[in-house]
Each structure stands twice: as C-alpha cells, then as structure tokens.
C-alpha cells in the first residue's frame, strides 16, 4: 500500500481499493468480489489494518474516508460462514478481541477516518462506522444502521454496543441491543451515531470535506461529542427533552443503574422466558460499562461472546438463517421444470373477498408496489376491507415508516369495487372467500370468465385440496393454494399449494409476488390441510383434549409459552376464530381419521356463541380499543364438557402438544406434501411460531434423536391411544439412526 501514488488506484489483494485524492484524502473502498455484501472477516481485518496503516504513514494523506463497493449496503457484520468454523468458545473470544483491537485502532487514529454510509451498516458494519471518527449517512430508505445479533442468537463483539451506550446513553443501548431493530439515518442523527445526513449523490463528496475539516481543525474533533448532543436535543421537542431529563439522572448514578438494569432483567426474562441468553449477557456487558468503564466491559463482551457462539440456542439460529436463505433462493418448482417456469409478469392484483383475511392481503400486495383491487359481493364490505387496509398504511406513517407523501401514492394504487369490477386486468387473482367448496367453485367459475387468460388464480385456502377447488376451471393448470396467515402484515409465511395439474410457471409466479410482499415462502404439494394446517390441527387438539380434562385455560397456554411459542395453543385457536378452526377441523377429520378428529370441546363453544377475537369471546374475553387487554373467561368451563383427571405437570402438557405436532411433520414428509425438511422447519417457525431456538420440528427430531422421539412418542401412544401412533419416517430413522440434516 505504500506504494500509492496521488491519483492512481490500487486494488488490494482481494478486498480493499485504495485512492488517494488530490485533496489528501485517502478514500478506502470495500468491495468483497466473491460475495453480494461486504462482511468482517480475519481477511478484511488484516487489509483493512493494512490500508490504515499505509495512510498513517503517508505523510501526504491528511485524512482517510471509508466506504463500501456495493451498492445496497456498507457492511452488514460478521461473516456466518466464518463463525460456524469455529468450535471452542476460546477461540470465538479471540477473534473478537481482535476485531475490537482493529476498530480500537480507528478510533485512536491519528489523523480522522469518516465513515461513508450508504445501505445497511448493520452488526460489525454498524459497530465500525461506530469506531470511526464521524460517520455521514445517506437519506436512502435502505440506509439502516442496527445490532441485529441477538436474531442469532448473538451479542455485539466489537465494542459498538459500547459506544452506543458512550453517545446515547445506558437506555437506547439496551433497546438496539435486546431487540435487533435497525434506525434510519434520521433516528441515527438524532442519536448521534452518525454527524450528518446527505442525498446518496453528494456523500462522498460530503464525507472528504468533513474528513479535511476535522484535520485541520482538531479541536471540531475534540467538539465532536458536544455537537452530537446538540444534533440530539436539536432533533428533540422541549417535552422530549424533559422527559430525557430523568432518564439520564438514573444512569448516571449506581442506584439509578441499578434500577434501569433490574427493569431490564425482568423485562427481557418475562420475553424470552430464558430461552435466549444474549439478551441477558448483553445486560452484563452494559452493567459493567455502566459499573466500570469502557475496558472492563470489553473484556467481558469478548469473553461472553465466545460462549454465545458455541451456544445450542445461536447454533439453531444460525441454521435458521442458512435456511431461510437458501428458501429464498428456491423458485420452487423441480430442477426439470425451471427452464419453462419463468415467472409471469405481475403488475395488478385483484383480492376476492374483502374480511380480515382478504383486505391484509390486499395490503400486503399494496406495500409490495402492486396495484391492488378489493372486491366483495356488499358495499358495506368493501368499504370496511378498504378501511382496514388504510389504516395499515396510516399506521406506518405515524410510526415513520412512510412519509406523507409516500403514503398518498400507496393508496392511490388502491381501489375497490363490488362483484368483480375491475378484475379483467389482473395478472393474479387471490380468493379469500370462507372455507366452503361450493362457494370457492362459484367464485372461480366466475371469474374464469372475466380474467385473461394469462392471469393466475389462487386460492386462499387453509384446509381444502386445490385439485377440488380446481376443478370447476376449465383451466386448471392456472389454480394454486396461497395460503396466508392472519394477521397478514405480521406473520411472514405465504404456503403456496401446487395441485398435481398446476403450471410450473404459475407456482413461479406466486412465489415471485410472496417474496415481493416480504414473505418467507414454501411451496408445498397439493392434500388437505396442506403442511402448516396439518400439523397445527393435532396441537391445538391435544390443548382442547388437556382442557377437557380439567387442566385450566392458562396452565395450558403458559406451558406452551414456557417452551418457546409466542402464544398458547387456545389464545391461538381464539386468534384463528373458534368457529372456523372447528370447520377446518371436521374437514381435515373427513381426510384423515380420528387422528386428526376435532375435540368435542370445539362443537360446544360453537354452541355458545364463543368465535373468539372477532366476537370478544372465546377462551378469553376481549375488551375494545387500542390498549385493551383480554382476560380468561372463566364462564368458559360451563360451557364445555370436563372431566376432571389428575392434572398434569407443564413438561407433560407441552410434551403431548409438540409431540402431536411433530409427528405430523413426519408424516407430511414421508408423503412428499413437504419438499424438504428445510420447507417443515421454516414453515413450522415462520408460519406457527415453532419456537427459533430449537430450529424447526426436523432440527428439533435431529437434536433430540429420533430414538429419543420415538420413545416419547410410543409412551404417549401407550397412555393415550391411536392419536400419538409414531409416524412410519420416525420409526425408519429411529431404527437405522438417521438424521434429516
């Protein structure tokens, strides 16, 4: 690097581009050729120091400015190939040291460094930035800085949670920290983290002038804290001000630090219910910089962090992430079919059926940058799905995801209409009309006859077979499942069902559109109740069959939330609609047996008028506005036929609720529904709320061993009868010691 002359360019090994300016700006660019984002590895660690080396020896570079090649982010944190080579969390522990040595480096450097940051900066990507002398940030949407590890199950390794803490304080460290969540360059302003916020066309240009500026005028360096906190109570009202007023009283001191840290705790045991140990080793960290100092609490990161590394918990995470991208990556249709399964393209959607269901994905297609038409057999419906959609979409602007004006160009590409006004133009129609054969039959026979004859049409299905619903078209090839899950903009699974006489090229275009709307997407084959519905159906019947025998509303429920759910299989079932999960489940009991065969539990409160959510009762009641709660309804248990048994332990009731899951799974498998076990673990996660830390139900049989399985599984079939008969694929891999991964 030392041979740089003014004005030339050197490409580095393999990373690193090297230009020095006439202006004495040395501008580093990093462009990883072999990868699609740039990422922290030993090798970008050595270049990296190279290069800053080089220019601290240079006596004509005056000051280095850092920016990234590519052109949809910065650097977006360690490499995860890399950390899954390592096996002893010693070694984990050293590599951290030694990234937080280099970017301690930095931030020591003699002559200013200024981070150019345009895209993701997220993980080690926002943790340098962090370390560099200032940083300037784009107004790009896709500009977005964050610590995103604890996702997998991980902590900061290079001292950025620190320095978060150093420039915003004990309190806004521990929310980036614990939740994951990315901030704009706006909120990142207002934070300090980043100096200034410029158009993508002039950051370069505005990183080497501040760069010059902060060499020539140490002292603007030294005042750098200074101004990041009047750019902080420049971007805040009089009343926010205040209210930081107490917040920073109670840091600053150790009964306050004390307290913040105790809130802390609890609240992060009460969301993780200790599932998830980086939350807390991260409040360890911050306690010791609080306590301590900046040197001690970086020692105890890099040592918490090995140990996180080689955790069971972040290993499944981090499966989960390779998972989830090579899903992404799938188009989903077999090898021999992709060269004739090019997606369609779509510009337009018509949604059939405007309730809850329909008018979330109406939105999700809205936000997607689709043109979208809300159609329903009743004004007053369309009106209310068309409401409903809006609001969504006010919603994110109040929470300043959407400017003003980004939001009136979004439901400007919203319209409604009766019947099937407007549908001629669409290229994909998704129905989402109640789950009965003959009404889905009139819907398609329908609108076969205005649609054109490239338009793909699809099904919002949760149980029946598409080859059913199929076969009222006169063109069948273009029917599909597009299964969505309620509430549509929250949960980020899409199941697309491809019956035996499906188009490759219409499955390829529903994929297409589900990825386009943000949805992890599976593609499935054709049977009643699909993958996810299949193996839901036996959980919440296991929960209705344990409530039946005397075991109360919320044991059940917080067994399950103990072991990882985000909620419980009866607030599930009241989410879903009582009245709907009991009409799924005599449909998939008609397909299956007994096996599958609805508890009475259901028909009754049915009989009582209890649907759940929609009417306010079910399991639970609930109460109306934003902030209201529910609450069990105790007058539930009149309603149901209970026979009282000696109550089981929580580790026995999740035990006969996931068991029943999993062995479904298996069976799913061994009938080639699903494709892969890959498709079974993120759709089971994505889609129902598996827990992530035990990767899936295949990872899950994997970990635990399908010898271990199968004995918990004939136990249960012993005690219990039919309904917990080992699947055939579970026995098979007990017997010869398989394992799906």
């Known amino acids: ?45 050595a270049e990296l120091a190279a290069a800053l080396e080089a220019a601290d020896r240079d006596a004509r570079v005056k000051a280095v400015v850092l920016r990234s090649g590519k052109p949809e982010s910065f650097l977006v944190g360690a490499n995860i190939d890399y950390l899954r080579t390592i096996r002893f969390a010693n070694d984990a522990e050293v590599a951290a040291l030694e990234v937080s040595k280099r970017f301690g480096g930095i931030a020591a450097s003699r002559k200013p460094v200024v981070a150019c940051v345009h895209g993701a900066a997220l993980g080690g990507g926002f943790e340098l930035s962090l370390a560099c002398t200032a940083t300037v940030a784009t107004n790009d949407r896709a500009t977005l800085l964050g610590l995103p590890e604890v996702k997998l199950g991980l902590m900061p390794a290079a001292n950025g949670l620190l320095r978060v803490a150093q420039r915003a304080g004990l309190e806004v460290a521990i929310d980036l920290g614990l939740t994951g969540r990315s901030v704009s360059a706006a909120e990142a302003l207002t934070h300090g983290f980043v100096d200034k916020v410029v158009p ?48 920073l009283l109670l840091e600053n001191n150790p009964v306050g630090r004390s307290v913040l840290f105790r809130r802390a705790r609890e609240a992060a045991e009460r969301e993780t219910r200790g599932h998830y140990p980086a939350a807390q080793r991260m409040l360890d960290v911050l306690a010791r910089f609080g306590g301590r100092g900046f040197a001690s609490a970086a020692k105890l990161e890099a ?35 992709r060269a004739r399964a090019q997606a369609r393209p779509v510009t337009k959607i018509a949604v059939i059926g405007s309730g809850l269901m329909g008018a979330g994905i109406a939105y999700a297609s809205l936000q997607a940058g689709f043109d979208v038409r809300l159609t329903d057999t ?10 409903y959609v809006k609001d969504v979409v006010l919603e994110r602007e109040r929470r300043g995801k959407l400017t003003s004006a980004e939001r009136t160009a979004t439901v400007a590409r919203l319209s409604g209409g009766r019947d099937y006004e407007g549908v001629e133009n669409a290229d994909l129609v998704i129905e989402a009309v109640f789950e009965d054969l003959d009404w889905k039959h009139a819907v398609l026979r329908d609108l076969e006859a205005r649609v054109k004859p490239t338009c793909v049409i699809a099904s919002n299905t949760s149980a029946l077979r598409i080859a ?14 597009m299964h969505y899950f309620g509430p549509v903009h929250r949960v980020p699974l899409l199941e697309v069902v491809r019956a035996a006489r499906t188009d490759p090229a219409a499955i390829a275009t529903a994929v297409a559109v589900g990825r386009r709307q943000g949805k992890n997407v599976i593609v499935v084959r054709d049977g009643t109740g699909f993958y996810t519905t299949r193996i839901l159906a036996p959980f919440l019947n296991e929960a209705a069959i344990l409530l039946t025998e005397g075991v109360s509303i919320p044991t059940i429920d917080d067994a399950l939330v103990d072991w990882g759910f985000p909620a419980g299989p009866l607030h599930m079932l009241d989410e879903m609609g009582i009245d709907l999960a009991a009409h799924v489940a005599s449909t998939l009991e008609a397909a299956y047996g007994a096996r599958l065969g609805a508890p009475q539990v259901l028909a009754a409160l049915r009989m009582d008028d209890r649907k759940g959510r929609k009417n306010g009762r079910g399991f639970y009641l609930y109460g109306r506005g934003p902030k209201a709660g529910r609450r069990v309804d105790d007058t539930v248990y009149q309603a149901i036929p209970i026979r009282p048994l000696a109550k089981p332990m929580p580790d026995e009731i999740s035990l006969r609720c996931t068991m029943a899951l999993v062995n479904e799974a298996l069976r799913c498998l061994d009938e080639n529904i699903l494709r892969s076990p890959r498709d079974g673990d993120v759709g089971a996660i994505f889609g129902l709320g598996f827990p992530p830390f035990r990767g899936g139900p295949f990872r899950y049989v994997d970990v635990i ?37």
């Not at 370069?204 to 906190?229: F, T, V």
């Not at 059913?468 to 499942?481: M, Y």
Request: charged share 30%.
């Open 378 to 387: 009743e004004p007053t419906a369309v009106e209310r799905g068309l409401a």
């Open 303 to 337: 040592k918490l962090f090995g140990e996180l590394v080689v955790s069971e918990t972040s290993h499944r995470l981090v499966e989960l992430f390779f998972a989830t991208t090579a899903a992404k990556k799938d188009p989903g249709v077999e090898h021999d079919e």
């Open 200 to 247: 993508p066309a002039e950051a370069l240009a505005a990183a080497c002038r501040l760069a010059l500026q902060l060499a020539r005028r140490p002292d603007l360096r030294r005042a750098l804290p200074r101004r990041r906190a009047w750019l902080r109570h420049r971007g805040s009202s009089v009343a926010r001000v205040r209210e930081a007023a107490p917040r």
């Open 468 to 481: 059913r619903i199929a076969e009222a078209a006169a063109r069948p090839e273009r029917v599909l499942g």
């Open 1 to 45: 690097m030392g041979g740089v002359t003014l004005g030339t360019i050197v490409r580095a090994p393999s990373i690193i581009c090297t230009e020095v300016r006439a202006d004495g700006v040395s501008v580093l660019t990093l462009d990883d050729p072999g990868e699609t984002h740039n990422t922290i590895t030993p090798q970008l660690g």
């Open 705 to 741: 061993g399908p010898q271990e399985i199968l004995r918990r599984t004939r136990s249960l079939e012993q005690r219990f009868g039919a309904r917990f008969e080992p699947a055939p694929l579970l026995v098979e891999m007990a017997r010869k010691g398989k394992r799906f991964y």
